[in-house]
C-alpha cells in the first residue's frame, strides 16, 4: 500500500505500510526504516527491526519473512532486496525512471515506473515480464494479489477513465479489463484470495467491487456525498467480509461484503416500494434513468472510525487480532490507531490504542522470524556468496547478471530483459 510521495517524507512525514497478511508494520522515514510486529496490538507494538541512516521512501516486507525490498530517497531508481536479519543486501537493481511501487507476494515481486511494470521471480529475482507503454501512472497505482494460486496484477488502463487491466503475473497474459468508473483509478485492492477487486475513483464517493474472473459488479457503496475528498486506500479484511476505506477526511468506512435478502427485511421491503415511485417519477424528467436506479441502489457505511485529524492520507486494514476483529489505520504523521469493529450492527468503532511510530530507535534484540521461502538465485551478493546462501544459509554457485556497488546487481534499461506485453 505505498501511501506517501517522496515531497511527504522529505518533509518529515512517513510512508507506512503494512505487509500481506497484515502481520506487521513498515515505517519509512528520512532516517531509516522500523517493521514492527502487530501480534499484540491491542496492548502492545513490538519493534521487529530498525534501519538506520537512510532515507525510505519504499519499504515492502514478504508476509512474516526476513526478506525486504527498500527505495530510498536518494537512488530513487534503485532497489534493494535485503535480508534484514542478518543485516544483508542480497541483490540490487536499477531501473530506468523512479520507482514509485513495489508489490511482492511468495512468486513475484513487481516493480512500477510511470509508464512501466516490471515482473520479477521472487525465487531468482529474473525478470519474467516487462508491461510497457501504460497509461502514465505517477502515483505508482497498482496492486498484487497476495494469494499465489490467483497471482494477478492490476493497474490503470486509462488516464482519463478509471479502466483497471488485471494480468496473470504467473501465466504471463492479460486477463481482463474492467471499466469500473468513469473518472480515473484513485485506488484498487484485491481480497485475500485474489478473486475480488475493489475501486474507487479520483471522485471518491462511490467504491465498486468486481469478479476478477468475469469483471461482473458484485458491490457498489457510497462513501458519501462531500465532493473533492481524495481516497488513499482501500482493503479486504482478512477474512474477506468487509472492506475498508480511507481518505483524506477523518473518517475511516467500513462497507459489509454480504447480499441482503429483501424478503426477510419488512423494512427494506418499504424502502424499496418508496424507491419505485421515485424512480419512476424520476424517469419522466430524467434522461439517464439508470443513472437513478445506481444511485438508490447503493450501500452503505456498515461501520465507521472518526480519526482526531483531517486531511491527512492513512492506510488502513481490516484483521483478526487474538480473536478479535481489529481497523488498524496509519497515518503519514507516524501514529497507528487501533480501532473495535463493531460486528453486531455497526455503527461507530472504538479506538482501542494509538501508537506513536515517530521514535525509530535500534531495538536491543530483534526477535526470530522465519526463513524467507525463496530458492537459488541467479543475481548474487559480492564475495562469492550466494543468494540463496545469503537468506537460507546454504552454499550456492554464482549465475546470472554482475554489477558495479555493494551487491548483486541488474540494470533494468528500456534495452535489456524486455519482455513486453503484447
Not at 281 to 308: E, K, M
Request: hydrophobic residues 35%.
Amino acid at each position: 500500500m505505498s501511501l506517501l510521495a517522496r515531497t511527504d517524507i522529505d518533509a518529515g512525514g512517513f510512508f507506512v505500510n503494512f505487509n500481506q497478511d497484515c502481520s506487521s508494520l513498515a515505517v519509512g522515514s528520512k532516517n531509516g526504516y522500523s517493521l514492527f510486529s502487530l501480534n499484540s496490538v491491542d496492548q502492545n507494538l513490538d519493534q521487529i527491526y530498525t534501519s538506520l541512516g537512510e532515507d525510505i521512501c519504499l519499504v515492502e516486507r514478504l508476509f512474516s519473512s526476513s526478506l525486504v525490498a527498500v527505495v530510498s530517497l536518494n537512488a530513487p531508481r534503485k532497489l534493494k532486496v535485503c535480508h534484514f536479519k542478518k543485516g544483508t543486501e542480497i541483490c540490487n537493481y536499477s531501473y530506468s525512471n523512479t520507482i514509485l511501487a513495489v508489490k511482492l507476494n511468495r512468486s513475484r515481486l513487481v516493480v512500477c515506473l510511470e509508464e512501466s511494470l516490471y515482473i520479477h521471480n521472487i525465487r531468482d529475482m529474473k525478470v519474467v515480464h516487462t508491461i510497457r507503454d501504460t497509461p502514465p501512472n505517477k502515483t505508482g497505482l497498482c496492486a498484487l494479489a497476495s494469494d499465489s494460486d490467483h497471482c494477478y496484477l492490476a493497474y490503470p488502463g486509462s488516464a482519463t477513465v478509471g479502466e483497471v487491466q488485471i494480468f496473470d503475473a504467473v501465466n504471463l497474459h492479460a486477463k481482463i479489463m474492467i471499466p469500473a468508473h468513469d473518472s480515473p483509478l484513485a485506488a484498487i485492492a484485491f481480497s485475500q484470495i485474489g478473486t475480488e477487486i475493489a475501486t474507487a475513483s479520483e471522485k471518491g464517493t462511490v467504491i465498486r467491487v468486481f469478479s476478477v474472473s468475469d469483471g461482473s459488479k458484485l458491490f457498489e457503496f457510497r462513501r458519501g456525498v462531500k465532493r473533492c475528498v481524495s481516497i488513499a486506500s482501500l482493503a479486504f479484511s482478512t477474512c474477506s467480509k468487509y472492506l475498508c476505506c480511507s481518505s483524506n477526511t477523518e473518517t475511516v468506512h467500513v462497507f459489509k461484503l454480504e447480499r441482503v435478502s429483501p424478503e426477510t427485511n419488512d423494512e427494506q421491503g418499504a424502502g424499496e416500494a418508496w424507491y419505485g415511485k421515485i424512480s419512476k417519477a424520476f424517469t419522466n424528467y430524467l434522461p439517464l434513468p439508470t443513472q437513478v436506479t445506481d444511485v438508490f441502489s447503493q450501500g452503505r457505511a456498515f461501520a465507521s472510525a472518526l480519526l482526531p485529524v483531517a486531511g491527512l492520507r492513512h492506510s488502513c486494514v481490516i484483521t483478526t487480532i487474538q480473536k478479535a476483529l481489529r481497523m488498524l489505520v496509519a497515518s503519514q504523521d507516524g501514529y497507528l490507531y487501533v480501532y473495535q469493529i463493531p460486528t453486531e450492527g455497526g455503527g461507530e468503532c472504538q479506538l482501542i490504542k494509538k501508537h506513536d511510530l515517530r521514535n525509530i530507535e535500534l531495538p536491543p534484540n530483534p526477535p526470530r522470524t522465519e526463513s524467507v521461502p525463496i530458492g537459488v538465485p541467479t543475481v548474487v551478493p559480492s564475495g562469492g556468496s550466494s543468494y540463496a546462501a545469503t537468506v537460507r544459509g546454504t552454499a550456492g554457485s554464482s549465475a546470472g547478471s554482475g554489477g558495479g556497488g555493494g551487491g548483486g546487481a541488474g540494470s533494468l534499461d528500456d534495452d535489456h530483459h524486455d519482455h513486453s506485453q503484447q
